[in-house]
């Protein structure tokens, strides 16, 4: 069975329909992602190692590999737009550039576009799960399922991701849900990031984010037919409907 030539099989692939937004806020390979902190660690690291004899041993945050290869691990993915959110009257409030009726049409989210509370979620006595949509979908190479996971050091812990697993063979569509630790207003700017996605394989995969072609849009038209149509669709069914579009 050949690999179809619109995803390479050693390749993670990020599609949007969304015109701009592979150039203005890309996914991004975790190890172009900066973090106001790295600076200042790596001069800490500097100036300590310079006052040491070259045969002196010692100890430093910058030389533990568990912090720097989790860093560096996978894709980051990034607010696509800016969204405004508050719990200031008891409720979620929020404003965003995706009410926009052309660019949500565009951006392939239509009525599930919106910021939104999500019910039952693991926490909600303590903590707001948010979802946060964004206009990506995701095709790994097959059988490699995507690990989620907060961004494990960040700047700014107003949120963090809910890590989980996404299988692309159930739904290839991106959403971010995250821990809202935040009660006064708060502009998530586009380009934030907000997760980080690991492939579950030892291979080493190359990143590729683009816009969506003829034959992507038919892959996508169909899975919308399919998430509104029925809750639970048989997995058989799902494995199949994968097969079809990312192989031939």
């Not at 975790?30 to 190692?49: G, I, M």
């Not at 821990?179 to 708060?186: C, P, S, T, V």
């Amino acid at each position: 069975m050949m690999f179809n030539k619109n995803f390479k099989k050693d390749t993670v692939t990020f599609i949007t329909l969304s015109n701009g937004l592979p150039e203005l806020f890309p996914i991004l390979p975790a190890s172009k992602v900066k973090y106001d902190w790295a600076p200042r660690v790596l001069e800490d690291y500097k100036n300590y190692k310079k006052n040491l004899a070259p045969y002196d041993e010692f100890t430093h945050i910058r030389k533990c590999p568990g912090i720097f290869d989790l860093v560096g691990s996978g894709f980051v993915i990034t607010q696509p737009w800016d969204v405004y959110i508050s719990f200031e009257t008891g409720k979620l409030e929020f404003k965003t550039v995706s009410k926009n009726s052309n660019y949500r049409e565009q951006s392939l989210l239509k009525g599930k576009g919106y910021v939104n509370v999500q019910p039952n979620a693991p926490n909600t006595d303590k903590r707001t799960v948010l979802k946060l949509p964004t206009p990506w979908h995701i095709i790994p190479p097959a059988g490699v399922k995507m690990l989620m996971l907060p961004i494990p050091y960040p700047d700014d812990y107003t949120f963090e991701a809910c890590p989980g697993i996404l299988d692309t063979t159930i739904t290839s569509e991106l959403h971010v849900q995250v821990f809202w630790n935040k009660k006064e207003g708060y502009l998530l700017k586009a380009g934030t990031p907000l997760m980080q996605m690991i492939p579950l394989t030892e291979k080493k995969l190359n990143l590729e984010v683009r816009q969506a072609t003829e034959k992507d849009l038919k892959m996508i038209d169909v899975e919308n037919f399919r998430l509104s149509t029925t809750f639970q669709t048989d997995r058989n069914i799902l494995k199949n409907f994968y097969k079809k579009f990312i192989k031939e």
